[in-house]
């Protein structure tokens, strides 16, 4: 399939092993050019070289304006506006409300709410019509896990985003929409849970999850894909669950 021949991407949280790198992967494979964003240039150089071809990365923070512009002014150069906004770039913390700090709060509300807000606005102006705007959302954003209160609060913050900003931006030929998903093995984990403990915690949780295992990082990567494509065509504001039946079962 070449859904994307033409098209330009642009994935922040593209560079580590997980949801964003595989979703530029994905994209490039079927024709699109993507911009890649994050703070760590050396896992961006490795993204780029696994994908090969077709992919830059420009190393910011989302929660700078001036990265963020940085990045669109690149695109701008490009030459042919934005088709698709993977808006994925996200931190988690673990903490129970007992332990829950203001800096956690702030830090983890701050890059995954704020700084999706500012990736979205700074977008807007050169997004095509006919553009894909994909939020990266999570399970958690309808759940209550112990520990998870902060990243569950900012993932809800970011379902609800989703729905106005599909809304305000629908009669510019604008589609909004998120994506939902649900446990998935990536770096972000290890990063959350220590390299350690990643295999009993992946286990744990598919013993909870109803289809019996994690998800594959390519399982996201085709729905993102869905979502981008004119596949998806009739969504708007909506919230795609990729999630092994666990917010349904
Ligand atoms: N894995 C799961 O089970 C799961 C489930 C539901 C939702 N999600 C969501 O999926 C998204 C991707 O997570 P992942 O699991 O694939 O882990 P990941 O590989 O760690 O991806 C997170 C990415 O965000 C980037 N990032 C974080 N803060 C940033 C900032 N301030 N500016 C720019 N980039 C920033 C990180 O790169 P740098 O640190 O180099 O900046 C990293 O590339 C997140 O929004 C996460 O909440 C994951």
């Known amino acids: 399939m070449n859904r994307f ?3 330009t991407a642009v994935i922040t949280g593209g560079g580590t092993n997980g949801i964003g790198r ?8 079927e024709g699109a050019h993507v911009f890649i964003m994050g703070r760590r240039e050396r896992e961006l ?10 992919v830059t990365a420009v190393p910011g923070d989302i929660r700078n304006v001036a990265d963020l512009e940085a990045l669109f002014t690149e695109v701008k150069s490009h030459g042919k506006g934005l088709d698709i906004l993977f808006a994925n770039a996200g931190v988690a913390t673990f903490a129970t409300i007992d332990e829950l700090t203001e800096d956690d709060l702030n830090h983890v509300l701050g890059i995954n709410v704020v700084g999706t807000m500012l990736t979205v606005q700074k977008a807007i102006p050169h997004l095509n019509t006919g553009a894909s705007v994909i939020i990266n959302v999570s399970t958690s954003a309808d759940r209550g896990a112990p520990g998870m209160g902060a990243y569950a609060a900012s993932k809800a913050a970011l379902r609800s985003f989703t729905r106005t900003w599909a809304n305000e931006l629908k009669d510019r030929g604008i589609r909004v929409n998120a994506i939902s998903p649900g446990p998935t093995d990536t ?3 290890v990063e959350l849970v220590g390299a350690e403990n990643v295999a009993a915690y992946n286990e744990s949780l598919a013993r909870q999850l109803p289809i019996g295992r994690t998800a594959r990082l390519e399982e996201m990567a085709g729905v993102v894909a869905f979502l981008a494509s004119e596949d998806s065509s009739f969504m708007l504001g909506a919230n795609v669950l990729v999630d092994g039946g666990v917010n349904q079962i």
Do not use: F, P, T, Y
């Open 5 to 7: 021949e033409g098209k």
């Open 22 to 29: 595989a979703a530029a992967a994905r994209l490039v494979d």
């Open 45 to 54: 150089e490795g993204a780029v070289m696994e994908i090969g071809r077709n």
């Open 187 to 189: 770096s972000g984990v």
